[in-house]
């Protein structure tokens, strides 16, 4: 029970932290930077925007962030078409299932990586057959991590709604912890600090993602389409603000800087945050350079959402869902 509401402490407090941490991040010329609404979860992948904050690189850019941190994709898919947030941080999956499921004209800008996904399971449990009968526990059903965990349970043999449930829990933090409190939550899709924290308590890592699977685009900027007319020049400032501070993130001089904000903002151990940054940098699984989108992973995003979800459906073009031209002319402004 300590070491549960330990957890819940620790996890409670990124709220904390962000809103200290962004609330009073102003800087000289603050007034006449240009606000951007930007929406992410609460996860590791938060480190390049915690660094260019702190080294002052989107200030520089003339962006001025209000980072609002989402409970799950649901809410924040209908942030972002609501008009709620300017710009998404999260599965590009999401973004496809936008213009599909709700018929929003949603755009994708800039990719960003593979995930960083564990599929990890409860101590007791030893491989995939052993989740015959039990719950998996997911972001939303339709999305991104959730249909990953689908095929993977698939090529084992185990079928949705007939060998396994699978139940909404919401973000990494909240699937970490309904896991904590109730065996029966027998599985999860995690990213780090969550997958490395699972393993420290004993649950098990049955698999990267990309190792079961292979190569698949899963975190990516994506906009309103008409925003991103509108606001071309400001969301490429954006852009090369966020490009900058992940290479700064990638920088061996900055790794000291980058564990330090992570135990700050994730209550982390030093351990753990030292882990972390090596699976964020790890080339396999972590931050892609420059955020750079992969055809051929969004092409297996696409892939996998028609097998899972439109069963067997056509597989649609990826440019319908992609302008990385904002991208481009960010990406220009930078040294090489």
């Known amino acids: 029970m300590q070491r549960t509401l330990a957890v819940m402490r620790r996890l409670c407090a990124v709220f904390a932290c962000a809103v200290c941490a962004f609330a009073g991040c102003g800087v000289a010329g603050a007034a006449?930077?240009?606000l951007l609404r930007v929406n992410l979860f609460p996860t590791a992948k938060q480190l390049p925007f915690l660094l260019g904050i702190e080294r002052g690189i989107f200030a520089r850019h003339g962006i001025r962030l209000d980072l609002q941190y989402t409970e799950n994709s649901t809410t924040q898919r209908a942030a972002l078409a609501d008009?709620?947030?300017?710009?998404?941080h999260s599965a590009v999956d999401n973004a496809v299932a936008m213009v599909e499921i709700a018929g929003k004209d949603v755009v994708i800008v800039m990719g960003g990586d593979s995930g960083s996904n564990e599929f990890i399971v409860q101590p007791h449990l030893n491989t995939f057959a052993d989740l015959r009968g039990k719950i998996l526990v997911v972001d939303a059903t339709d999305t991104a991590f959730a249909l990953q965990a689908k095929k993977i349970l698939a090529n084992n043999g185990l079928r949705e709604g007939v060998d396994y449930r699978i139940k909404a829990i919401g973000r990494g933090a909240q699937r970490l912890q309904a896991m904590i409190d109730d065996k029966s939550h027998a599985a999860a899709i995690m990213n780090p600090p969550f997958s490395v924290q699972?393993?420290?308590?004993?649950?098990k890592s049955l698999g990267r993602t990309v190792d079961l699977l292979g190569p698949y685009q899963s975190a990516g900027v994506f906009v309103m389409r008409s925003w991103g007319r509108e606001h071309g020049p400001?969301?490429?400032?954006?852009?090369?603000?966020?490009?900058?501070?992940?290479r700064g993130v990638f920088d061996p001089a900055n790794r000291a800087d980058?564990?330090?904000?992570?135990?700050?903002?994730?209550?982390?151990?030093?351990?753990?945050?030292?882990?972390?940054?090596?699976?964020?940098?790890?080339?396999?699984?972590?931050?892609?350079?420059?955020?750079?989108?992969?055809?051929?992973?969004?092409?297996?995003?696409?892939?996998?959402?028609?097998?899972i979800e439109n069963k067997g459906g056509a597989l649609p073009?990826?440019?319908?869902?992609?302008?990385?031209?904002?991208?481009?002319?960010?990406?220009?402004?930078?040294?090489?």
């Open 83 to 88: 008009g709620t947030v300017d710009i998404v």
């Open 198 to 203: 699972a393993v420290q308590m004993g649950m």
């Open 32 to 34: 006449e930077a240009e």
């Open 258 to 307: 980058c564990v330090r904000l992570l135990m700050a903002q994730l209550k982390l151990s030093k351990d753990e945050a030292e882990s972390t940054y090596r699976l964020l940098l790890d080339p396999q699984i972590g931050y892609v350079r420059d955020a750079r989108l992969s055809p051929e992973g969004f092409r297996a995003t696409l892939a996998l959402r028609a097998e």
């Open 317 to 336: 073009p990826p440019e319908k869902y992609l302008d990385l031209s904002y991208y481009q002319r960010a990406i220009a402004t930078l040294p090489r």
């Open 234 to 246: 400001l969301l490429e400032k954006y852009l090369a603000s966020y490009v900058e501070s992940l």
